[in-house]
Structures are given as C-alpha cells and as structure tokens.
C-alpha cells in the first residue's frame, strides 16, 4: 500500500457518504468546484499550483486488495459496500486553471464532474494537494517580487511539516520564481536545480577556519561558496582573501560567501569591500537566516550587496498565514444547480467560468465569475484537462508553469505587488445571470439569498 496515493488517504465521512449514496441509488452526475473563499489579510493574490499532482493523482485512483479488505475488517460499513468500491475508477471530467495561474477569492480553479461517487471521494486529497502547493507558492511569488531579480533558494526542508511537504514547497516555490532548492530530492523528482554549501559544524569540525574552507573549495573547486559567521564574519571573510593565491594555485575562485545571521546588511557591505579590495569582485554574497519576504524588500530597498537570499522556514510554513479558506463544494447534482447558503459560506451555483479582463497597458484590470458558456468579454481561466483517465493536453513541463507565473506577476496592478495589504481588493464580480440563478435555486427551496 501505498499511502500517499491510497483512497484511504481521506476523511472517514466521505466513504461514509458513498455508503449512503450507494444505498440510496444516488450516483447521478455531481459537479464539484474548488475555490478560495478569501484572501489572508496578508495576501493581495494566489498562484495556482499542485495540479499535476491531483491529476496523477485522479488517473491512478483505485481500491486495492489491502485496501477493500481493511474496509470490509474494520466493522465500520455494511457487508458488501466493498462491491461498490472494487470498480470504481474515475470516468469523469476535470477542468482547471493552469498551474501559475494568478487567481482571486471565488474564482474556481479546479472543477470536477463525474458521477456522484467518484467526483465526492475526490475531495479531502484533491482539497489538500492544491492547498499546499498553492500556500507555498503564493507565499514564494511575494518573496520574488521583493528579490526583485536576484536569486532565491528554498532552504525548507528541515522546518517543513513533514517530507511530502518539503518536496512540493520546493515545486512550488520554483514554479512561482524561485532559483532552486537545497532539498536534493527535488532534483530528480522534479528537475529543479540544486543547491548546497557547508554547515557551520563543517568549520566548527576544523581546527582552523582556513583549514575549513581551503578543504572544502578543494573538494568543489568550481562551486566553493564558504560559510564565513561561524565565529567572526569580517575576520573570516579576510581569510577567504588570504586564501587567494593558495585557491588560485589550485585553479579554485571562490564562487561565493554565504552569511546566514547578524545584520545582513551592515556585514554584506563590509565583506563586499573586503572581497573587493581582496581581488575577488566576481565573488558572489548569499544571504539566510530568518529571511521572508519583508525582510528580503528591506534588504534590497537598502541597497545591501546581496546576490541571492536563502529562504527556509517562512516559506514552506508560510508563517505569515499558514492556511487558506479552500474548499470543494457541490454546485450541480443530478442536471440541477445547487448552492449552499449557510451565514458567511454561501456559494455560487451551477458550472461557472472565470474571465480575465486587461488594461490597455496589459495589465489585469478585473476578473467576472459568470457561469460556463455565458458570454462574456476577456480571456477565460478554466480549461478542459481531464477526460476520464486520458489527459486532453500535454503535461506543461515545470520550466514553463514557471515562465507562466512569471508573466502573470508581471501583469499584476501595481498595488498588489506590494507586501502591505493592498487598500482596494483587485475587482472580481459576479455576473447578473450567476447572481439571478442563485435567487431562483433560493426560491425553489423557499429560502432567502444568502449572497
């Protein structure tokens, strides 16, 4: 058993549900949509990510012999439900938005349509395949607004809540920016590049600073970047220039200096003159410790002579605001719309679609939620991906998810770009005919609107 793939890999209540459904006959065709109710405070914008994982994850869906058998062992459901889940495979349809797709609250970004059964069991682990990718690199588009062109690394790993979570931070921080990652694995997996430099332990081990880093640039003469604040970050930063002529015997330039604590700043600037008037311009300052985005912006307003930021805990925890309100709800079953319409989680009925309206300038000038094939100007978001097991476009590679975020950021209002709260929302309506079906669902159950 696999168990980041397994079905079982969900809340019990949606296998509890599919008894009942079975029970009742109810397997008409449902129509689920997944949207973001509203933005955290600290966020202007999100980026789309982690469908590829959900698709994997759909195209393989299936009960094993293990899995039936714990189901039908565990007491928990009548005798024979594990009939009705042998089979079931998913037959249906999946549209969505592409991966590092700039989205706003109530735009759907991933719709799921399938018999009742099929498109219900979905939800928990579509629900958090989506969410985290997306938290993360949301949370990572903002850090590289603020490099504003200089080169980011995601240092996560160790701080993330548990591995599965540390490989896709580093896929999601890539897809929305970022240069690379120092979780190794993702090399392989998802053919992010890597990197690493030293621990302070590695220096901490060596009798002598020098010692530390002339073995080490040995080891990697064409990529030593040297770890220079384990004791004193000048001090140390003057051995590396001492170093020089051993290095340059040796065919070795130091690649970089890494500091990873103090003020950044005030140290960035005195290394940079050291390693200058040392002979070493090209040798490039990585900066780390503690860093976000707000930190990252206030380093490069300062003008600090950093190339690069590594960034670890406050982004794959994505500190500032660790959850989105991200949900999978019901809006058609059985040919007809539905909508919930408890207080402050009313949602819009029916198959909807999402358009994309510009400025003259190119920039986003506001989106309309309206339902799907009701016409409206501007470019629509959701598109087909899915038909049963069979894919209906290429697998976009990572390279070009990322040069897809990469524009939409570009086209972001300037006022979103920013990490302060932005006054005024960027506009998403809803059009008349969406809001005039969700009065006539209303009426038809003799309930007032919620919306």
Request: hydrophobic fraction near 40%; charge should be negative; include cysteine.
């Amino acid at each position: 058993m696999n168990p980041l793939s397994s079905p079982l890999l969900t809340d019990l209540y949606q296998l509890t549900m599919l008894q009942a459904y079975g029970d009742a006959g109810m397997n008409d065709v449902a129509v689920f949509e997944v949207f973001v109710r509203k933005l955290p405070r600290e966020r202007n914008f999100l980026v789309a990510a982690g469908l590829e994982q959900v698709l994997e994850y759909i195209t393989a869906f299936h009960f094993s012999a293990e899995e039936l058998a714990w189901i039908e062992d565990s007491g928990l459901f009548r005798q024979g439900f594990t009939d009705h889940l042998a089979n079931l495979r998913f037959t249906g349809e999946v549209h969505a938005m592409p991966e590092g797709t700039i989205f706003f609250p109530n735009e759907p970004i991933l719709r799921v349509t399938a018999p009742m059964m099929e498109a219900q069991i979905l939800e928990t682990r579509v629900v958090n395949l989506l969410h985290l990718q997306t938290l993360i690199a949301s949370k990572a588009a903002r850090c590289t607004l603020a490099a504003d062109g200089r080169g980011l690394v995601d240092f996560g790993l160790r701080r993330a809540h548990g591995a599965e979570a540390g490989l896709y931070a580093a896929r999601a921080s890539y897809l929305a920016g970022f240069t690379g990652t120092a979780t190794t694995l993702a090399g392989p997996m998802f053919g992010i590049p890597v990197f690493g430099t030293m621990a302070h332990s590695f220096v901490q081990a060596h009798a002598d600073e020098a010692d530390a880093f002339e073995h080490f640039a040995r080891s990697f003469p064409d990529n030593a970047v040297l770890l220079v604040d384990t004791y004193d970050t000048a001090e140390a930063a003057r051995t590396v220039v001492e170093l020089l002529p051993r290095f340059v015997a040796h065919g070795i330039t130091p690649k970089g200096v890494r500091l990873d604590s103090g003020d950044l700043d005030a140290l960035s600037r005195e290394v940079r003159t050291i390693l200058d008037e040392g002979g070493l311009r090209d040798t490039t300052i990585f900066a780390s410790g503690n860093l976000d985005e707000t930190r990252i912006r206030e380093l490069v307003a300062a003008g600090a002579p950093i190339d690069s930021f590594g960034v670890g805990t406050a982004l794959v925890t994505s500190s500032d605001a660790p959850s989105l309100d991200m949900v999978y709800k019901l809006e058609e079953y059985a040919g007809r719309p539905r909508r919930k319409r408890s207080t402050g989680k009313a949602t819009w009925p029916g198959r909807k679609q999402v358009y994309r309206q510009y400025a003259p300038d190119g920039r986003f000038e506001r989106d309309v939620v309206a339902l799907e094939g009701e016409p409206q100007p501007g470019e629509p978001l959701l598109t087909p991906v899915l038909h049963g097991k069979d894919r209906l476009q290429p697998p976009p590679t990572l390279s070009q998810i990322r040069e897809r975020a990469q524009a939409g950021l570009a086209r972001l209002p300037d006022a979103l770009r920013l990490a302060e709260h932005a006054r005024r929302p960027y506009p998403v309506s809803i059009s008349p005919v969406l809001r005039h079906l969700a009065e006539e669902v209303d009426s038809m159950t003799g309930a007032k609107s919620g919306v």
